[in-house]
Nanobody, 124 residues
């Protein structure tokens, strides 16, 4: 059974940091493009970051660029999202996802595996 399990969410004050992790199991994800998305209450799901199979190509959404850093450890089947300078607008459920039909991120619709999400709450 393929699973993506996010962890590391919680409550943090504005300006603080959190590190999210995503543990993949059920298959090897070393050749999959991975992504992070988020969904705030009452809003559509938003692209946060993507990382290619090798980790060499990383892209960020405009609202998080310069503050968030995505990385992966293929040997451990994990991906991480380091979030710095957090703002109240970053409050959302954060989802890890994978596209195992491509080594590079294509789009949200191409992601075929999703975690259940972890809640990040940033207080002002």
């Amino acid at each position: 059974q393929v699973q993506l399990v996010e962890s590391g969410g919680g409550l943090v004050q504005a300006g603080g940091s959190l590190r999210l992790s995503c543990a993949a199991s059920g298959r090897t994800f070393s050749s999959c493009a991975m992504g992070w998305f988020r969904q705030a209450q009452g809003k559509e799901r938003e692209f946060v970051a993507s990382i290619s199979w090798s980790g060499a190509s990383v892209y960020y959404g405009a609202s998080v660029k310069g503050r968030f850093t995505a990385s992966r450890d293929s040997a451990k089947n994990t991906v991480s999202l380091q979030m710095n300078s957090l703002k109240p607008d970053d409050t959302a459920v954060y989802y890890c996802s994978a596209d195992c039909n491509s080594r590079w991120y294509r789009n949200e619709a191409s992601m075929d595996y999703w975690g259940k999400g972890t809640l990040v709450t940033v207080s002002s």
